[in-house]
């Protein structure tokens, strides 16, 4: 999702609720810090409260219970996904309050447990939130320009999804016209060697001047041709990742066809032509495969952490309650 003027609303009610949050729990736990005088009511118990361990205190409880229902929320984002109608909210206004309720959850998680890890399930709690938190800024933050540098980078975007078809299609390509030549090679053996039984008997030159220049050069130019195929372009084209290959470089692919044009007959050009065409397609596929997974790899990271996280922190909170 690409920040705009729709996220300053929510983005100031999250400074606001983080700024509200700050001030009651320095109010509670350390009034010293405020430049003011602020009660608070006699249900959040005495200032500074008696236990040591704030995430056990009223306040602690309540940042503690409001942060686990946002958790609880950001994983039902994944079920809101699945689920293309529903009468509860469009899925750009959940991704908006997806990404800044639990940005807010950043101040509440703190304040609850006070700026200090005790022990083992809290070091667990915090290192899960950590990793949820900085996979999904870092997700939010490649939504940001990836896009704008795909349309930039890529010639003609595909459907991502079709893009191992494309890729099969290409090779299919490749493979035909390889079996092409291969019958042009035959056609050509068979008329030279009608040619040379009809000279021997007496028949002179069937092909003469320009013309028998013309299809010697041609003749020549399919093996060229076949050999480029087998060793350079249909492995490309073939393979899964090459990204050491010759032909994944643009400009040595460009050169690289500009020098097999130049040694194959006039008549084939068509032919590199869309040999190029083909490498070129593949280049552009592998590169927009690479931005996608890019785009999405954090994912694979922060949808499982991010359901880990909200597991263990229903188990810490039963712990809490059960032992407060």
């Not at 908006?96 to 101040?107: E, K, M, Q, S």
Request: glycine residues 6%.
């Amino acid at each position: 999702m690409v920040l705009d003027r729709r996220h300053i609303p929510w983005a100031l009610v999250t400074l606001l609720a983080s700024v509200a949050a700050g001030v009651l729990y320095a109010a509670n736990f350390h009034p010293g810090w405020l430049p003011f005088e602020f009660k608070l009511p006699a249900q959040f118990g005495p200032v500074p409260p008696i236990r040591n361990t704030v995430g056990g205190t009223p306040l602690g409880l309540i940042f503690g219970t409001i942060a686990l229902l946002i958790f609880i929320f950001a994983v039902a984002l994944g079920i809101r996904r699945k689920r293309r109608v529903s009468p509860l909210g469009n899925r750009q206004t959940w991704l908006r309050a997806h990404i800044w309720l639990t940005t807010l959850t950043i101040p509440l998680v703190f304040f609850h447990c006070g700026f200090k890890f005790g022990g083992p399930m809290t070091v667990t709690l915090m290192l899960l939130y950590g990793i949820v938190m900085v996979s999904g800024f870092w997700g939010l933050g490649m939504q940001q320009f990836m896009p704008r540098l795909m349309t930039e980078r890529l010639a003609r975007e595909v459907v991502f999804e079709q893009i191992p078809h494309l890729k099969t299609m290409l090779v299919a390509s490749a493979e035909r016209l390889r079996r092409e030549l291969q019958s042009a090679a035959r056609a050509a053996t068979e008329v030279h060697a009608a040619s040379a039984a009809h000279a021997h008997h007496g028949g002179g030159a069937v092909v003469e001047g320009s013309a028998a220049v013309n299809l010697e050069q041609a003749d020549q130019s399919i093996p060229v041709i076949r050999r480029f195929l087998d060793e350079e372009c249909l492995p490309y084209l073939r393979k899964e990742r090459l990204k050491r290959h010759s032909l994944n470089d643009s400009r040595v692919s460009d050169d690289t066809f500009r020098l097999l044009k130049q040694n194959v007959a006039e008549v084939y050009h068509p032919e590199v032509e869309e040999m190029q065409r083909w490498c070129d397609e593949r280049r552009m596929m592998d590169v927009q495969t690479r931005m996608q997974h890019w785009l999405h790899v954090w994912l694979i990271i922060h949808a499982p952490v991010s359901f880990a996280l909200v597991v263990i922190t229903l188990w810490h909170a039963w712990i809490a309650l059960t032992y407060l």
